[in-house]
């Protein structure tokens, strides 16, 4: 039964595509996704910094390890929340003024807005407000990923115009 749903596969298309990126652009790829996990903008900075990188690259790998880190904080958040107040605990809870804020925030801008400030606070604190507010899972994953993809594709074409008005090096 296995191998007949694995022939359904169009494995002999993809692995020689695979096979095709060196191991040093892999592990380009991981480190900036290991960053973009965690922090975006740093992710997608990296990748731009990096020679040779294109709009697809920077996808794959700064794109991916967004959305990758969003899945793992949207469906264990509240776990690894625990986990990280069991290492290390409050002293004190947040004030009542920035609470205040971050509800004034939401009730004006939702999801949406949280989602567009994604390379402002990062992925995992984009998630952390929308879960905070009760917000479905499928549609945080849903904003979230068009936000990286939209931000991703506006910070590349903006190297790419920078580049093409002041040269390149």
Do not use: C
Request: cysteine-free; glycine content about 8%.
């Amino acid at each position: 039964m296995l191998n007949n749903w694995m022939a359904l596969l169009p494995m002999g298309e993809i692995l020689p595509l695979f096979a095709m990126i060196s191991p040093e652009k892999w592990g380009m790829y991981l480190s900036v996704a290991l960053v973009a996990s965690v922090k975006f903008l740093f992710g997608v900075l990296a990748g731009l910094a990096l020679p040779g990188f294109t709009l697809w690259d920077i996808l794959f790998s700064a794109g991916g390890g967004a959305f990758l880190g969003s899945v793992a904080f949207t469906f264990f958040g509240v776990e690894i929340q625990k986990l990280y107040e069991r290492y290390f605990p409050r002293k004190k809870p947040a004030s009542f003024a920035r609470r205040r804020k971050l509800y004034v925030f939401w009730k004006r801008y939702g999801l949406l807005g949280v989602s567009v400030m994604i390379p402002v606070f990062s992925p995992m604190v984009s998630i952390a407000i929308a879960i905070a507010f009760r917000e479905r899972p499928g549609k945080i994953l849903l904003y979230i990923t068009a936000s990286i993809i939209v931000w991703s594709v506006l910070l590349f074409s903006f190297k790419e115009l920078a580049l093409g008005l002041f040269g390149t090096h």
